[in-house]
């Protein structure tokens, strides 16, 4: 508490001299003039699906490390406890392992930027629609889809910059951009509203989308499995159930099985439970400059390679060697001995490796049918409805080479259903960038009892200490603390004097 007061005074100088006034604010992008046709509307929406990979210039300078999936994976996924972080670092990604956030790091005004970008890109698109009379179905499909990429950035921006929904609905949110005239000075929309606003706009999206173009563009299944989550976040249970069985039921997707589990993020175009993803080609892999497994994983010359699977995470997988689940996680050895780095054991992360052989290429994943199954299983286990959520719980282990170790209807002793779920979750989804919202919208604490970089005031001469981590303090971040969000990057406070900047 006492950082984030800290923080905020050094806030009051940047605001005075507008140093960083050159940024435009979010509400002046635009695409360009867009024909009221069909091929100005793919121009245009085509555009907005590769804001998520490409590296755009911000703040009048164009930067490797500035990538909309970049940042939402490691704004996620670093401040949770599945990745430990090995070593200290000047790179802004840094601030999600100490949750020693500010209003001007890099990453953090990076992501709100684009994703503003992105979402008014398909506005625009909108826009350019509503003067075709009488558009057919492949032009609704392309409405569709921008309704769809509007609902998934509001959500996601959502879930960086506001508290939970079940933490408080009523709480400030973040600004709701529908419209390309939508004012610049425009308060934050509580985020009950920006949760109206998400699920009003997948429902709309998955209306009018009905010729599906592939897992790398929007469907009417995309929208029902963000509807599925958007609904879980929310708790309500009953919705969160619907949707995840209408993205089943649309027998589109099936599970990876144990055997194919392994490539399927290196080939998640062709996977066969992948709903949406970001395609990327041989043209966009960044290599060791940018790519989003440079910090997961090296073969020793394609990545840094400084951020490891945490020792949390692998005992929490350690009864089951022979889940299929460890084969993302690749324990660095020679002679057979598990190397380390600043006293931390060496277990890279491949999940975003091995697009085309290379080590530093995929197509994120975003949705996928197993996500959908746990949904299932969480919203039931939140119902009493115990036995069908272990049986949604064992579809998926029954595909990860776990055939034995199925529960079959029964709770392990001492676990409620919701344990054994969340657990599922944590293994099933690790390094995809649920993890610290499972954790926190579920109002349990983060506990990271365990030795890196992320422990507050470290140095690297502290590495004699990693015997014994527990000597440091805020190890575990509460549920309800104000570091589980990211402040309002400065830019936006700036320019938009109605919005309020978070505690």
């Known amino acids: 508490m006492k950082t984030r007061c800290f923080l905020k005074l050094l806030i009051i100088p940047l605001l005075m001299t507008g140093c960083l006034k050159d940024v435009d604010p979010s509400d002046s992008l635009t695409t360009g ?22 590296h755009v210039s911000f703040n009048g300078t164009i930067d490797g490390n500035n990538m909309y999936l970049r940042q939402y994976f490691q704004m996620s996924d670093f401040a949770g406890d599945d990745i430990v972080c090995g070593q200290t670092t000047t790179d802004p990604l840094y601030y999600s392992f100490s949750g020693d956030h500010t209003a001007t790091q890099t990453n953090s005004r990076y992501f709100w930027y684009i994703s503003y970008k992105i979402i008014n890109d398909v506005n625009t698109v909108i826009e350019s629609a509503e003067k075709i009379a009488n558009p ?73 989308m009905a010729q599906p173009r592939g897992v790398q563009f929007a469907s009417k299944e995309a929208s029902w499995a963000l509807l599925s989550r958007a609904y879980l976040y929310k708790e309500a249970n009953d919705s969160a159930i619907y949707y995840a069985d209408k993205v ?8 990876e099985t144990a055997a194919s589990f392994p490539t399927l993020f290196a080939n998640a175009i062709a996977g066969k439970e992948t709903i949406f993803c970001v395609a990327f080609t041989t043209a966009d892999d960044y290599g060791k400059a940018g790519s989003l497994a440079s910090m997961l994983y090296s073969d020793g010359n394609s990545g840094w390679g400084e951020e490891y699977a945490s020792k949390s995470l692998r005992d929490t997988m350690s009864a089951h060697m022979e889940d299929v689940r460890w ?53 039931l286990a939140k119902t009493n409805k115990a036995p069908e959520a272990l049986a949604a719980v064992d ?46 919208r579920n109002k349990k604490d983060l506990n990271r009892t365990y030795w890196g970089y992320h422990l507050p005031g470290l140095k690297e001469s502290d590495i004699n200490l990693a015997v014994n981590p ?18 309002i990057p400065i830019d936006e406070i700036q320019t938009n004097k109605l919005c309020g900047q978070n505690p």
């Open 33 to 54: 003039t867009l024909t009221g046709t069909k091929e100005g509307l793919q121009q245009g929406l085509n555009g907005a699906y590769a804001l998520f990979k490409d």
């Open 136 to 208: 057919d179905e492949s032009i609704k499909q392309l409405i569709g889809e921008c309704y769809f990429l509007r609902a998934f950035c509001h959500f996601n921006l959502v879930r960086f910059y506001a508290k939970p929904y079940t933490h408080d609905p009523s709480a400030s949110g973040i600004i709701l951009r529908t419209s390309t005239s939508d004012p610049g000075q425009k308060a934050r929309a509580s985020v009950s509203e920006v949760y109206n606003t998400v699920i009003a706009d997948a429902e709309k999206g998955a209306s009018l």
């Open 248 to 255: 089943i039921s649309s027998n589109r997707f099936t599970l």
């Open 327 to 379: 084969s993302y996680i690749k324990p660095l050895k020679v002679a057979n001995v598990i190397q380390q780095k600043n006293g931390i054991d060496i277990y890279y992360i491949s999940k975003f490796s091995f697009q085309g052989g290379s080590p530093t290429l995929s197509s994120p994943i975003m949705f996928r049918l197993a996500e959908m199954y746990l949904n299932k299983a969480e919203a």
């Open 395 to 440: 579809m998926i282990r029954q595909n990860r080479g776990l055939e034995n170790a199925l529960y079959n209807g029964v709770l392990p002793a001492g676990k409620t259903a919701l344990d054994v779920v969340l657990k599922e979750r944590r293994i099933e989804l690790a390094f995809e960038g649920h993890r610290n919202y499972d954790v926190y």
């Open 470 to 487: 527990t000597n440091y303090s805020n190890m575990i971040t509460k549920w309800d603390a104000d570091r589980i969000i990211y402040y």
